[in-house]
């Protein structure tokens, strides 16, 4: 009895505790999906449409850190959390240059084949962000603005909802400043499909370091999926576990095999690169670098 009365007293102090707040702006708007991260923990979710949230976390008193695209990134303690303030990032204007008009030239970078593509990212129940490096070359310097930009999802919701990014080379070579001032929200339509995003009226340029191209997913209740499937041993091609179930959020994202790295991860409150290749892969992505599904069609 003294055992399992110990027993129910540890489970319900270790068990978590449910933290409800709404992110707004300074007239008092919702701000929707938001990043929102336990501070140096690997736990987080995404606000909503209506900038309302929920996230599980045994100790209330810990620092969360709310980031959106726009606004000036903000921590604060999760008691204190049920309306938070988020306050506008000042809009630097850049330079404007007029010219002739010039030929529609365009170029393509980073093409796949769908047929070919059978592996896929996905996020679990924390939000993250994907990155994928295009360098500067000489056809960028013909055709350095971007017009079109074709991604391989695959999504078992319809729609699913994820935010695309696109940012400067860092001095660190990570990920540095977005390079647009308002979240780029796409939806993928159900099943496997070359999603096309147009980008005419962004005025994204390829800088002469080069340009990261990126995927955030979004843990909003729209997305989710709870799934049931068979897990295969890759080594030895045999199943080891039966009906294994868990939840992810849509959508996945297609991924191609590289030789070299150019990716980077955002977890955590930070950017890391994916630095090892992944040496339990099937076929043609064993032991390569993986990397997201992502052409990109360029013009001047």
Same mark, same amino acid.
């Given at each position: 009895?003294?055992?399992a009365?110990?027993?129910?007293l540890?489970f ?24 929102i %991260? ?41 008691t204190?959390?049920a ?42 129940k924390?939000? %993250? ?68 995003? !147009? ?8 800088? !002469? ?7 955030? %997913?979004l ?19 045999s199943?080891?576990?039966?009906n294994?179930s868990?939840?992810?959020?849509e ?19 930070? %950017? ?20 997201l ?8």
């Amino acid at each position: 009895m003294y055992k399992a009365l110990f027993f129910l007293l540890f489970f319900s102090i270790s068990s978590p505790a449910q933290i409800r707040g709404t992110v707004v702006n300074e007239t008092q708007q919702a701000v929707s999906y938001v990043n929102i %991260w336990v501070e140096d923990e690997n736990n987080g979710t995404t606000a909503d449409v209506n900038g309302d949230f929920t996230i599980f976390e045994k100790n209330p008193e810990k620092v969360l850190v709310f980031s959106a695209l726009g606004y000036e990134t903000k921590k604060v303690k999760g008691t204190e959390a049920a309306k938070v303030v988020l306050k506008q990032r000042p809009l630097q204007l850049q330079e404007v240059v007029i010219t002739g008009k010039k030929s529609n030239k365009t170029t393509t970078v980073g093409d796949y084949k769908k047929g070919g593509i059978n592996h896929f990212f996905s996020s679990g129940k924390n939000p %993250w962000i994907v990155a994928r490096y295009f360098p500067f070359d000489k056809n960028s310097a013909k055709t350095p603005y971007l017009k079109e930009l074709m991604i391989m999802t695959d999504s078992e919701v319809d729609p699913a909802t994820f935010i695309l990014h696109f940012y400067e080379v860092g001095e660190d070579g990570s990920p540095g400043k977005d390079l647009t001032d308002k979240n780029l929200i796409i939806e993928a339509a159900k099943g496997k499909q070359n999603t096309v995003v !147009k980008l005419d009226g962004y005025d994204l340029e390829i800088g !002469k370091k080069g340009i990261f191209v990126a995927v955030e %997913w979004l843990i909003i209740d729209e997305n989710k999926y709870d799934f049931k499937t068979d897990v295969k041993d890759t080594a030895s091609g045999s199943y080891t576990v039966s009906n294994f179930s868990g939840t992810r959020y849509e959508p996945r994202i297609g991924i191609i095999p590289s030789e070299e790295s150019t990716s980077w991860r955002f977890t955590m409150g930070r %950017w890391s690169r994916f630095d090892k290749p992944i040496q339990s892969g099937i076929g043609k992505y064993n032991n390569k670098f993986n990397e997201l599904a992502i052409k990109l069609t360029l013009t001047n």
